[in-house]
Nanobody, 124 residues
Framework: QVQLVESGGGLVQAGGSLRLSCAAS????????MAWFRQAPGKEREFVAS????????YYADSVKGRFTISRGNAKNTVHLQMNSLKLEDTAVYYC?????????????????WGQGTQVTVSS
């Protein structure tokens, strides 16, 4: 059974930092891309960042470019999201996702496995 478990969310003041982590288990994810999405109340789930198996290909949403950094752990079945200079509009539930494909993608429907999500709240 595939399981993705996120951690690292919490409450932080605007301008602060948080580091999210996601560990995938239950099958081999060798070669597959991983990503972070987020969903704010009343809004659709939106793409944040994605990373290839090797870490050589990375995409960011324009809204987080220059502030967030996605990376894969040494075990390759883990992915991290370092979030700096957080803004009020970054408040959302953040989800980890894995895609049964080598290529990167922007849309939630293109990802096959999802975590339960971790809440990030940025306060003024």
């Amino acid at each position: 059974q595939v399981q993705l478990v996120e951690s690292g969310g919490g409450l932080v003041q605007a301008g602060g930092s948080l580091r999210l982590s996601c560990a995938a288990s239950g099958r081999s994810f060798s070669g597959y891309a991983m990503a972070w999405f987020r969903q704010a109340p009343g809004k659709e789930r939106e793409f944040v960042a994605s990373i290839s198996w090797s870490g050589g290909n990375i995409y960011y949403a324009d809204s987080v470019k220059g502030r967030f950094t996605i990376s894969r752990g040494n075990a390759k079945n883990t992915v991290h999201l370092q979030m700096n200079s957080l803004k009020l509009e970054d408040t959302a539930v953040y989800y980890c996702a894995v895609r049964n494909d080598y290529g990167l993608a922007y849309y939630p429907i293109e990802y096959d496995y999802w975590g339960q999500g971790t809440q990030v709240t940025v306060s003024s």
